[in-house]
């Protein structure tokens, strides 16, 4: 071999050796760099990859009423989960078996959990019994993949319904859980009531735990260094307002009937009860969902989910009429002296009837007995005044027509018309007196809530305060420690004492010998109040009643509708002054009053319309 080949041979050799011991120093530092200098972190990370990570739920936080009595708390369930990662599909026969569900069921639950994330543990079925969990338990060799979580759902101690005041959790669908870092596949959230107001306070912070695994990916039991994991916090438990005995109460009065009742705290906007008729069992819609009875309640024509105590939007009827009182009074337009007369109709182009006896009424006899003709005439001489919208921004400083801002999702804000919308509605200069004269009795496009009226009446009952409604009063803190909400009250500040009083006078006159006298009167306690019909073009006429008492220090405003039910004060009324009779005394001590609401039919009767005498052997027991 030439000599100058042989040079570059050994050169190439020597070159390629350099390179090997390079490279051999090379791996070997970062061996060094791995397991010596930086082992602490790179030996927990290598310890991660033989653990298997699990969420661990935080229990919810509990709801009490304003006495601290449980309403609503957690009992225990079993959940299935899979990590899709380490599970075989050919398994999918033998774990449907073992649910009692069928294949396809149970493949559609897997690429679902596929999708969601293919190494994160997720949740497969909830509320899974325990002989079939313990069948699960006995095969899981057989099933890598598969594993259990104890979970919670909720559960109702009382024999309160409460269901559109508590709410329902259901599983988050996707895009909830998608737009969530802290909301999982399976994971269930409020989505109605306080459940869903206060999501965020009752949910609490997720855990973490780190499970060991063979290679089958089945656990061996906890990892033992437990500094990488997080124990889960649990959720805010919330004090409400609600007084347990008085909504039960209530709920039995509206048994059977479509309305609703809100009782209330004047002072503080405190909800003391609030019923919502027909309702639904919320026992039903815990844990695993029931699909039959939730397919019938939503089917169901008197449709028990909707909350008619916020949502619904009806015209108030006479009970708007001691509001119109005060606005004639602000804007000038009466006082409380003056006298207007009925003969039988208020003829303004054509004739408006009036049921109130004929003859001569001032404000406090008006409102006394619903004097249609005083209040055709005030809002007659608003509209010719052009003092539409001046009217119109001082009803909803009651809180007629705007947000009641009640801490419940979905409720109404009612119609109280100004100029700009009846332009937008009728179309500009197509309205006139006859579309307006009917909202001084509390008809035509004015429309309100149950709430709402409970809101104004605590206006008239407190001395001129504006208050929130509202459900919650305090949080309690995973460390005991008391949140208190402040409540909120403002004073409306061109509304006078000696408008208040002359109002007061008049309904106080409706309970003593207007036609709130026959049910709504009580001996011992001093009720205020005013009936109302809401005119019903497809049946029986709307009753309403919303009342306080006692009369000098009120304590509580009770507001009752009763869809469909005709004669206001012997459908509304009696409901309303039981329930204040309870709230005052604890119990009621007239049972002729209490069976007549228990067993109460319709009747198609005007509001004005003279009412049926109390049989006065049974009313002395």
């Known amino acids: 071999m030439p000599t100058g080949q042989t040079n570059r041979t050994r050169t190439s050799i020597r070159a390629l050796q350099v390179i090997i011991l390079g490279l051999s120093l090379i791996v070997l530092g970062r061996i060094f760099y791995l397991q010596i200098v930086e082992y602490e972190v790179y030996a927990a990370l290598g310890q991660e990859n033989s653990v298997r990570q699990e969420y661990v739920d935080p229990a919810r936080g509990l709801i009490y009423d304003r006495n601290g009595r449980l309403i609503v708390d957690n009992e225990p369930i079993f959940s299935i989960t899979i990590t899709p990662s380490l599970f075989d599909k050919s398994n999918i026969p033998l774990l449907a078996d ?3 569900v069928s294949d396809s069921l149970l493949t559609v639950k897997v690429q679902e959990a596929q999708q969601y994330s293919w190494h994160r543990t997720s949740r497969l079925f909830t509320e899974i019994d325990f002989p079939t969990f313990s069948a699960i338990q006995e095969n899981l060799w057989q099933l890598p993949g598969i594993g259990h979580q104890i979970e919670s759902k909720r559960h109702y101690p009382t024999e309160m319904k409460a269901s559109h005041i508590l709410g329902y959790l259901r599983e988050a669908n996707e895009s909830e859980y ?10 269930k959230i409020g989505k109605s009531g306080l459940e869903m107001i206060y999501e965020d306070s009752l949910r609490g912070e997720l855990g973490i735990r780190y499970l060991r695994v063979n290679a089958f990916g089945q656990a061996l039991g906890d990892f033992e260094e437990n500094e990488i994991g997080r124990n889960p916090v649990q959720g805010s438990d919330i004090i409400s307002t609600i007084d347990t005995e008085l909504q039960i109460f209530s709920e039995k009065l509206m048994e059977g009937k479509r309305g609703a009742v809100i009782a209330m705290n004047p002072n503080t906007g405190a909800i003391l009860a609030m019923v919502s008729s027909p309702t639904y069992d919320l026992s039903k819609l815990a844990g695993r ?20 105590a916020i949502s619904s939007r009806q015209p108030p009827g006479s009970t708007f009429k001691p509001l119109m009182g005060i606005i004639g009074l602000q804007l000038g337009i009466i006082t409380p002296q003056t006298k207007i007369y009925n003969s039988g109709a208020y003829v303004r182009g054509r004739s408006y009837r009036d049921l109130a006896p004929v003859g001569e009424y001032d404000l406090q006899k008006a409102i006394t007995y619903s004097s249609n003709t005083y209040f055709f005439s005030l809002m007659d001489k608003i509209a010719t005044q052009g003092k539409l919208n001046e009217w119109s921004n001082l009803v909803k400083d009651f809180g007629l027509g705007v947000s009641s801002s009640v801490d419940l999702p979905n409720a109404n804000s009612g119609l109280i018309p100004d100029s700009t919308y009846l332009n937008r509605r009728l179309g500009e200069r197509r309205w006139g007196l006859g579309d307006l004269i009917n909202f001084g009795v509390g008809q035509g496009m004015v429309s309100v809530s149950p709430i709402q009226i409970a809101q104004m009446t605590s206006t008239f009952a407190n001395g001129g305060y504006r208050v929130k409604p509202h459900l919650v009063q305090a949080f309690r803190q995973p460390d005991g420690e008391l949140i208190r909400v402040q409540t909120e009250k403002t004073k409306i500040d061109w509304l006078r004492d000696e408008y208040l009083d002359v109002i007061k006078k008049g309904m106080r006159g409706v309970v003593t010998e207007g036609s709130g006298r026959w049910y709504a009167n009580h001996p011992k306690i001093e009720i205020v109040g005013k009936t109302g019909t809401a ?6 006429d709307h009753g309403w009643f919303t009342s306080y008492a006692p009369l000098d220090n009120p304590e509580i405003v009770v507001t009752a509708f009763v869809e469909n039910a005709g004669f206001a004060s012997t459908s509304a009324a009696p409901i309303a002054s039981l329930v204040i009779e309870k709230y005052l005394q604890g119990e009621t001590t007239r049972p002729y009053v209490y069976n007549y609401v228990l067993n109460f039919e319709p009747k198609e009767e005007q509001d004005e ?3 049926p005498q109390i049989n006065q052997q049974e009313g002395n027991e």
Request: glycine share 8%; net charge negative.
């Open 289 to 308: 969902l029931d699909q039959d009875y939730w397919q019938s309640i939503n089917a169901d024509s008197t449709t028990p989910l909707y909350n008619r």
């Open 609 to 611: 319309s003279p009412s």
């Open 535 to 540: 005119q019903n073009p497809h049946g029986i």
């Open 178 to 187: 998608r737009q969530s870092e802290t909301i999982r596949l399976g994971d």
């Open 98 to 100: 073992l649910l009692g």
